[in-house]
T-cell receptor, first 114, second 114 residues
Framework: GESVGLHLPTLSVQEGDNSIINCAYS??????FIWYKQESGKGPQFIID?????DKRQGQRVTVLLNKTVKHLSLQIAATQPGDSAVYFC?????????????FGKGTKLSVKP | NAGVMQNPRHLVRRRGQEARLRCSPV?????VYWYRQLPEEGLKFMVY????????ESGMPKERFSAEFPKEGPSILRIQQVVRGDSAAYFC????????????FGEGSWLTVV
């Protein structure tokens, strides 16, 4: 069965607000996590990653938080823009990132209202 | 998507026909992965290949599906005697040798079985 899942299937936010997308994982052996963005009709696009020896990592307008105690991952998008509208997937890897076999969650659809 | 090329982008096959999906990885990448995505779901790992070798095919259905990555030319995912349940988006991804952390996805091939 799935070891990665999402709490919310859809999320609607106002342009300019911050977005938080959550993800739960169940495989305690997972040590590398990635967030992907997928626009309609396109392939997944890498957003940000984090290793299990970290609890926070920041990128441009995005932050990923990892809570290993409760096996929870979140993606925060600051000042959400219409171009952020997409489906967001978390994915986990149990090989420390040394191989690209990823386990994906089902996705959260982010809709940004102008 | 960093240059992973997939074709065809859309393919329609009748039940019982064969489907061949091609993937050219990013130049210099020797690791190729195939994933399948059903509507409204996350990607599911199928197979991991290096040049002329299948490294992990744990996600491949036992029958009708095969994959190869020859020394020269693109990687091929072959589905024989397609059934309606094979209708899905098939994504190829590649990563550089020895660095599988960030894998780059292609735009996908959408297979419709009628």
């Amino acid at each position: 069965g799935e070891s990665v899942g999402l709490h919310l299937p859809t999320l609607s936010v106002q342009e300019g607000d911050n977005s938080i997308i959550n993800c739960a994982y169940s495989n305690s052996a997972s040590d590398y996590f990635i967030w992907y963005k997928q626009e309609s009709g396109k392939g997944p696009q890498f957003i940000i990653d984090i290793r299990s020896n970290m609890d926070k990592r920041q990128g441009q307008r995005v932050t990923v938080l990892l809570n290993k105690t409760v096996k929870h991952l979140s993606l925060q998008i600051a000042a959400t823009q219409p171009g952020d509208s997409a489906v967001y997937f978390c994915a986990e890897n149990i090989f420390g990132g040394s191989q690209g076999n990823l386990i994906f969650g089902k996705g959260t659809k982010l809709s940004v209202k102008p | 998507n960093a240059g992973v090329m997939q074709n065809p982008r859309h393919l329609v096959r009748r039940r019982g026909q064969e489907a061949r999906l091609r993937c050219s990885p990013v130049k210099g990448h020797s690791h190729v992965y195939w994933y399948r995505q059903l509507p409204e779901e996350g990607l599911k790992f199928m197979v991991y290949l290096q040049k002329e070798n299948i490294i992990d095919e744990s996600g491949m259905p036992k029958e009708r599906f095969s994959a190869e990555f020859p020394k020269e030319g693109p990687s091929i995912l072959r589905i024989q005697q397609v059934v309606r349940g094979d209708s899905a988006a098939y994504f190829c991804a590649s990563s550089p040798e020895g660095y599988g952390n960030t894998i780059y996805f292609g735009e996908g091939s959408w297979l419709t079985v009628v």
